[in-house]
């Protein structure tokens, strides 16, 4: 029982993580339609700038704070040179383009900080909980914790606030919804702006949970986290999120409690299909 | 001739017939297929076993391969029948990772460890490597573009043209999206059995890792920088992408960056492609749309 | 002047949809525009909008120039258009495509009651209120696609074939309602309608278009007469 | 002459709780022109893909030359003779005017095999495609990119399509909008023309001066069900269409 | 100059391998010429970046051949492409020396293939020696990097134990995927068997975080790694959880010899970063390919290959090599090392001939 606990905690925090990461990629794909692969590159330096950051100023609040305003500034950079002069056409060309930059980014990455892993010595500061003789540390609180602040603060803005209304109208149909008097370009750049922060704290938080940061530590969650939206319902931040925390709570428990031969790679694809048969379009998608 | 030329030589013609089994799913039919090299090493894997494992010889085997390659393309292919386009899409990323691990955990498969010893190819009793091994795979691309040629001009590519603009107007007037989709998925998949089979033979030593999602994504690069749905267009973007690194190598440090970064230039100026509307070459050229492409 | 457009050039490519037209609308005036298929009347028309980037021309509206001006900010000096096909969201539902329209100004207008008078006008968007737009009949959209760009009380109404797929009740309703806006609210119209007898009988003025050049252009009564018109549009 | 080409028998579609199409009863006779009226949401459209196979009913029959197709696949209704417009128009639009007409021609081929494999751009096909764009009035067009056209221009090339494909029978939904005058008028006697020809046509249209001059024979739905059918004198001053559909002024603007 | 041939992963996911493959060999290249070159002619490297993977060294392995004429050619690379290049290194009798690369499957192409680094077999044997001798452990967990190298590493732990008539017996055993990073699944798993010693493969990007986290669980069992976490890295990502982890692997820090120290200290001085192992084997290969041409007086690849065969106790880097089996594996001691202080610490020695020989 305390072991089936113990892993059910693992799993939510490995979820919110998915869910940090999988969210930017959700909102980006329900506005531009866009299967924006570069996003793991914009965690990638986040986590990179954050330990920037970090280590120059020793302040973790600054180590954020840096993350999220370089990765805004590289994911509006990304938006408007690359992917909004694409936007009219086939989705696989944006699709080649983003990870294009995705390489790029790990190469320069590379390049700069050299390809050895560098690690992250931080520690949170956040309590450590003992919770029916399991022990939570500071680090699985603070995952918890600012994911539950993120989650809450989009949904605040996605459903709260006209922008949410801009962002699905800009995803549909964007000259008409300038006739509208919306500025969709700006709306993009938002949507970017708030992916693309949400993916800086993700990988700073995911640098100092594993302790880890090098160039390619985007590459798995590039591929996992399209899967993700999948399952989620194509665009649907809900449906993403839902995905993601089931998708860590059932990667622990199978391993936990079945040795199963899969990596998890391709478990996160095995589900998706297996949704998608039962509900083509979803979780939470709409027809 | 340089055997490393040739050797370049040699996986350019290969990637090329891959390639153009992938320009008749996303080109002509219009469904986006983002496993390709799933199915490309099916047909590698398929041949490797034929010939190390059941002992035939690379020329008994390739009839299966091709066969067998096409029939899970029929079966990895009916999702598309039922999905989105955007959910095919990364479905189909699904399917090719879902395959690479089946290549890489079934020891049946040999696992992490791969297949090696995989027989060279014999004709008439001459083994065949260097020169004469990329003369085969030669023809072999010269047969698939007329195959590809001899498809855009008959009914049955006219039919995938149709469904990949309007599937419900394509339906009015008599084209079975289930059909076409699948003979689509079946040309394409065939073409890439092929193209594994040949790649085996090549290597004599395949592992999972070969057929992973990255190759999927240069084997489309290549058709979109070529010039998705055209005739030449694979050709010239495998030629392209499978010289460049090539002719970055002496700045070694930032090879990988400037191949990316190129990539990614092309694609940002020349997103139909080298011989797509519009395109650059088209207007040397100046030549004429071509009928029925885009 | 309300709006003046003056030199208007629109082009797809190597294809001229619209060369050279120039025409006002005054405060409260109603005006339309006729002409065939392909004149170039929906490029006009979107070109002022911002829709579509003009090659030539400029735009003034209340004596500020528009032609520098994105689409939003054309939006927001109080243009709102009906465009051609109706192009409401498809994912959006009925109510959202409404709100849609008062994007960035719902302070400013008495929201509930703009709502009621509309639903009141087309009931079928109160009973369809949260059915995603893609799923209503082809009549339906179109006329959420009016009702959109009447919700934000605009200053100058553009109207791209508005009749297009209504059933003929509806046809009279919208013809009085844009005749009923004009008169008693003085909205300003620039209207482009298939059907010149309907449309020409409630303007003051029209233009003719013929493959993108202005041929005619005079009171609507007067073009009524007119016998070429009445050969080529009106049919008698 | 009361010959029936197509027989619906409690045709019925629900989306969710919405009756979309309500237990309709219609029948059509070979060689009409049958109107399709009713108010905007009334259901023809739905009607339309019934018959055409898009939908599959959610209830009810359709017959057509005596064979059940109700629940066929589009194509298979299709290689029956059925051609159709759509009410938001579907060109290919990549493809040329004339090439958008000779994948039409397929029809013949696209069923077997065996014979798909033919070129498709041939001397004859082309010239039989030509003389369907002559007849619809768009030959001068044939070279020009579909995607391109204006509204009018589609809605041409749809009826070509459908010309193609509809030997037995064509549906066209609201073909006549976005037309001018002239138009059509020339589009009329197309129809009448097509008529003559020995094809049925179903057609769906609000403009009524279209429909009172066309049709033989007028069917009007409302809120899925049929509310009435007859000649078109008798349907415009029937009292119930007229408070659904017409209007108390009768469609004055729409005339 | 007599040009001497290297490939190895410089970009792509183990760049950080190729760098420190490309580093080590670079310094060797330096202290050859130094004492004077090889047959009165200095040494020059030609190296290619083959991303780990098979098609780019197979045509690399070419232009070495082909347009760089080689007289030898060190493989810094993984398994995959040393493997894939293995064959034609052999039709074209080019001497060919693996540093690292563990698959069997190199060596076994012909008798131009050599490897200077261990096979999955020898180690994994040295751990269960390591487990049962010096650790005196009783109940084994052994938790395995999926990847060829990880699953004969466990083959030869097992079969150790399996000679040793259960003095130690596995009480649990599980796989974790290559790209795998949170391992704390596992470790509640194994925290439930409550064993007394961990031996858990992989490299240090995979063993760093293991140590983490099994601290962090509370899982204070004695780990055992292998040469795979034999790299400053993982001092640094397990931080002081890595204290007393033990290691087998083939470079022994604390070797009093020259050419140890030497090394040591140029490459932290030169780079600013320890050596980790992989590093060190490359530079022993190319050594040997020297020593090989230097004995054989000759760059003919046959006399070469001769020479490299006759290899007899030889002072390496990573210990005096005793020689090479007929298939071409090396024949040396294996190293135990032990995390103290932050450092990697002479802990003990295998010297067990029927363990060490392939
Ligand atoms: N996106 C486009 N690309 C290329 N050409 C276009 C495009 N849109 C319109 N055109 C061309 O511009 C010309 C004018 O078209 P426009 O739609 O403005 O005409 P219109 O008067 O509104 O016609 P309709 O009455 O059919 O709506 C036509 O010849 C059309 O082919
Ligand atoms: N896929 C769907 N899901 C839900 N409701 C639908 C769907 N398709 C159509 N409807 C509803 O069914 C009703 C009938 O639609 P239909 O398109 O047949 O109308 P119509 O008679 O063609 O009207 P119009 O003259 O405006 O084209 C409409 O109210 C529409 O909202
Ligand atoms: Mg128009
Ligand atoms: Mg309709």
């Given at each position: 029982m305390q072991l089936f606990f113990e892993q059910l905690l693992n799993g939510i925090a490995m979820g919110s993580i998915y869910a940090l990461v999988t969210l930017g990629l959700a909102l980006v794909y329900g506005i531009l339609r866009i299967l924006h692969v570069a996003h793991a590159a914009v965690y990638t330096v986040g986590a990179y700038a954050g330990l920037f950051c970090y280590s120059y100023t020793g302040s973790l609040l600054l180590a954020f704070l840096g993350g999220m305003i370089f990765c805004s500034i590289l994911g509006v950079a990304i938006e408007r040179l690359v992917y909004y002069p694409l936007l009219k056409y086939p989705p696989y060309v944006p699709l080649i383009g983003s990870i294009a930059i995705m390489l790029s980014i790990e190469e320069i990455c590379r390049l700069v900080a050299g390809p050895y892993i560098l690690t992250f010595p931080a520690t949170l500061p956040f309590p450590e909980f003992q919770l029916g003789g399991v022990t939570i540390s500071s680090t699985l609180t603070a995952v918890?914790?600012?994911?539950?602040?993120?989650?809450?603060?989009?949904?605040?803005?996605?459903?709260?606030?006209?922008?949410?209304?801009?962002?699905?109208?800009?995803s549909q149909d964007i000259p008409i919804a300038d006739a509208m008097g919306i500025n969709s370009h700006a709306i993009v750049s938002i949507a970017f702006v708030i992916g693309s922060s949400i993916a800086a704290i993700a990988g700073i938080l995911v640098g100092i949970y594993y302790n880890q940061v090098y160039p390619t530590m985007g590459t798995v969650p590039a591929y996992k986290t399209l899967a993700l939206i999948v399952v989620g319902g194509l665009g649907s931040m809900p449906g993403a999120v839902i995905a993601s925390m089931l998708l860590g709570v059932a990667e622990t428990l199978l391993i936990g409690y079945a040795d199963i031969p899969l990596p998890r790679d391709a478990l996160a694809f095995i589900a998706m299909i297996a949704v998608l048969m039962w509900r083509s379009e979803g979780l939470m998608g709409s027809k | 001739m340089d055997a490393y030329l040739i050797t370049i030589g040699t996986l350019i013609v290969i990637y090329a017939i891959t390639v153009y089994g992938l320009n008749v799913i996303v080109g002509?039919?219009?469904?986006?297929?983002?496993?390709?090299?799933?199915?490309?090493?099916?047909?590698?894997?398929?041949?490797?076993?034929?010939?190390?494992?059941?002992?035939l010889s690379f020329w008994e085997a390739l009839p299966i391969v091709i066969l067998l390659s096409g029939l899970i393309g029929i079966v990895l292919g009916l999702p598309s029948l039922r999905l989105r386009e955007d959910f095919l899409a990364i479905t189909t990323i699904g399917i090719n990772f879902i395959v690479e691990a089946l290549f890489l955990y079934v020891p049946y498969f040999g696992g992490a460890l791969g297949i090696g010893g995989i027989p060279r190819v014999f004709l008439f009793g001459i083994k065949l490597k260097g020169m004469a091994f990329f003369l085969l795979c030669l023809s072999f691309l010269a047969l698939v573009i007329f195959i590809c040629w001899w498809f855009t001009r008959s009914w049955g590519g006219v039919a995938c043209f149709a469904l990949r603009e309007e599937e419900s107007a394509a339906a009015s007037v008599g084209i079975s999206p289930v059909r076409f989709k699948l003979l689509a998925f079946v040309i394409g998949t065939m073409m890439a059995g092929l193209g594994g089979a040949l790649y085996a033979h090549y290597m004599r030593f395949i592992s999972a890792t070969d057929f992973s999602f990255p190759m999927s994504i240069t084997f489309l690069s290549m058709i979109v920088l070529g010039g998705m749905g055209t005739l030449w267009g694979p050709l010239l973007g495998a030629v392209l992408l499978g010289i460049l690194p090539e002719l970055f190598r002496p700045i070694v440090d930032y090879r990988i960056?400037?191949?990316?970064?190129?990539?990614?230039?092309?694609?940002?100026?020349?997103?139909?492609?080298?011989?797509?509307?519009g395109s650059i070459v088209r207007k040397w050229l100046i030549l004429k749309p071509a009928g029925g492409r885009p | 002047m309300l709006l003046e457009a003056s030199g208007l050039h629109v082009a797809y490519g190597d294809v001229r949809a619209v060369n050279g037209v120039s025409f006002a609308l005054e405060e409260g005036e109603l005006v339309s525009i006729i002409g065939a298929n392909g004149a170039g009347k929906t490029s006009i028309l979107n070109g002022i909008m911002g829709i579509v980037p003009l090659r030539e021309g400029q735009i003034r509206f209340q004596g500020e120039d528009l032609t520098p001006l994105p689409a939003y900010r054309r939006a927001r000096a109080g243009i709102r258009i009906v465009p051609e096909r109706a192009r409401v969201f498809p994912r959006l539902s009925v109510y959202e495509n409404l709100m849609t329209g008062v994007y960035g100004l719902k302070n400013k207008i008495d929201l509930p009651r703009r709502l009621d008078w509309l639903y009141g006008l087309f009931p079928i968007l109160k009973e369809r209120n949260r059915q995603p737009a893609a799923t209503l009949s082809g009549g339906e959209q179109q006329q959420l696609a009016i009702a959109r760009a009447l919700v934000s009380d605009p200053k100058l109404l553009i109207v791209d074939e508005v009749s297009m797929g209504l059933m003929?009740?509806?046809?009279?309703?919208?013809?009085?309602?844009?005749?009923?806006?004009?008169?008693?609210?003085?909205?300003?119209?620039?209207?482009?309608?298939?059907?010149?007898?309907?449309?020409?009988?409630?303007?003051?003025?029209?233009?003719?278009?013929?493959?993108?050049?202005?041929?005619?252009?005079?009171?609507?009564?007067?073009?009524?007469?007119?016998?070429?018109?009445?050969?080529?549009?009106?049919?008698? | 002459m009361t010959d029936t080409l197509l027989q619906a028998r409690g045709l019925s579609k629900h989306f969710g709780g919405l009756k979309a199409v309500d237990q309709v009863d219609l029948d059509i006779h070979t060689g009409e022109i049958l109107g399709l009226l009713g108010p905007n949401g009334a259901g023809k459209t739905v009607f339309f893909?019934?018959?055409?196979?898009?939908?599959?009913?959610?209830?009810?029959?359709?017959?057509?030359?005596?064979?059940?197709?109700?629940?066929?696949?589009?194509?298979?209704?299709?290689?029956?003779?059925?051609?159709?417009?759509?009410?938001?128009?579907?060109p290919f639009a990549s493809l040329t005017v004339l090439e958008n007409v000779l994948v039409a021609r397929g029809i013949t081929r696209y069923g077997t095999f065996r014979r798909l494999w033919g070129p498709w751009q041939s001397k004859s096909e082309t010239r039989a495609a030509m003389k369907i764009l002559e007849r619809v009035g768009m030959a001068e067009l044939a070279e020009r990119k579909a995607g391109l056209l204006p509204l009018g221009n589609l809605r041409r090339l749809e009826i070509a399509r459908a010309l193609v494909v509809g030997h037995q029978l064509i549906l066209l939904d609201e073909s006549f909008s976005g037309l001018r005058h002239e138009e059509i008028s020339q589009l009329e006697t197309l129809i009448r023309r097509i008529r003559d020809d020995g094809i049925t046509v179903l057609l769906i249209e609000h403009n009524m001066r279209v429909t009172m001059g066309l049709c033989d024979r007028i069917v009007v739905l409302d809120h899925g069900r049929k509310i009435a059918q007859g000649k078109p004198q008798d349907i415009q001053e029937n009292d119930l269409v007229i408070e659904a559909y017409l209007g108390s002024r009768g469609g004055r603007h729409a005339a | 100059t007599v040009k001497i041939g290297l490939l190895a992963p410089l970009t792509g996911f183990a760049a950080a391998d190729g760098l420190s493959v490309l580093n080590s060999v670079q310094l060797a290249v330096e202290r050859v010429n130094q004492d004077g070159g090889l047959l009165g002619r200095q040494v020059e490297l030609v190296y290619y970046d083959d991303r780990a993977d098979g098609k780019e060294a197979v045509a690399l392995s070419r232009k070495l051949i082909q347009q760089d004429r080689v007289a030898g050619v060190v493989g810094g690379s993984y398994s995959t492409p040393s493997r894939a290049v293995a064959p034609i290194f052999e039709d074209e009798e080019i001497p060919f020396v693996a540093a690292y690369a563990v698959?069997?499957?190199?060596?076994?192409?012909?008798?131009?293939?050599?490897?200077?680094g261990f096979l999955g077999m020898v180690e994994g044997k040295s751990a269960g020696y390591v487990s049962v001798e010096l650790l005196k452990a009783k109940k084994i967990a052994l938790l395995t990097s999926d990847n060829d190298f990880g699953r004969t590493l466990a083959e030869g732990f097992k079969a150790y134990l399996g000679d040793q008539g259960k003095a130690a017996q596995i009480v649990f055993e599980q796989t974790y995927p290559f790209k795998e990073k949170d391992f704390k699944p596992y470790l509640s798993k194994v925290k439930e068997t409550n064993p007394d010693l961990l031996f858990a493969s992989g490299y240090y990007f995979q063993t760093g975080p293991i140590v983490q986290q099994a601290r962090e669980l509370g899982l204070d069992v004695q780990i055992l790694g292998e040469e795979g976490a034999d790299s400053p890295k993982f001092l640094e990502i397990a931080g002081a959880s890595a204290e007393g982890f033990v290691i087998v692997t083939n470079l022994d820090r604390d070797d009093p010899r020259p050419v140890v120290q030497d090394f040591l200290k140029t490459f932290e001085q030169r780079y600013q970063i320890q050596p980790d192992?992989?590093?060190?084997?490359?530079?022993d290969a190319f050594m040997i390919i020297c020593d090989g041409i230097r004995r054989a007086g000759s760059t003919d690849g046959p006399a070469i290959q001769q020479a490299i065969a006759a290899t007899k106790d030889y002072n390496g880097l990573t210990g005096v090599l005793k020689g090479f089996t007929d298939i071409g594996e090396v024949v040396k001691e294996v190293q135990v090392q032990i995390v103290k202080d932050g450092r990697f610490r002479h802990f003990g020695v295998v010297q067990d001939m029927t363990l060490i020989t392939p």
């Open positions: 918890y914790v600012i994911t539950t602040v993120v989650l809450g603060l989009l949904w605040f803005i996605s459903t709260k606030t006209e922008l949410g209304l801009a962002m699905r109208a800009t | 002509y039919a219009g469904q986006i297929s983002l496993g390709h090299a799933a199915f490309f090493g099916i047909g590698a894997y398929a041949s490797a076993l034929l010939t190390t494992k059941a002992g960056l400037f191949y990316t970064a190129l990539l990614l230039v092309m694609i940002r100026f020349q997103p139909a492609g080298l011989l797509g509307e | 003929p009740k509806l046809v009279d309703q919208v013809f009085d309602l844009l005749a009923r806006l004009n008169r008693e609210q003085g909205l300003s119209i620039l209207l482009v309608e298939q059907n010149a007898m309907a449309s020409l009988a409630i303007s003051r003025r029209a233009y003719v278009l013929e493959t993108g050049v202005c041929v005619h252009s005079g009171p609507a009564a007067e073009l009524m007469e007119d016998p070429k018109v009445k050969a080529v549009y009106l049919g008698h | 893909n019934l018959i055409s196979g898009v939908y599959r009913p959610t209830s009810g029959t359709v017959h057509f030359q005596g064979k059940r197709i109700d629940g066929l696949p589009s194509h298979r209704v299709a290689a029956c003779g059925v051609g159709r417009t759509f009410q938001i128009v579907k | 698959h069997p499957d190199v060596t076994t192409s012909g008798k131009y293939c050599f490897r200077n192992m992989v590093g060190a084997s490359a530079y």
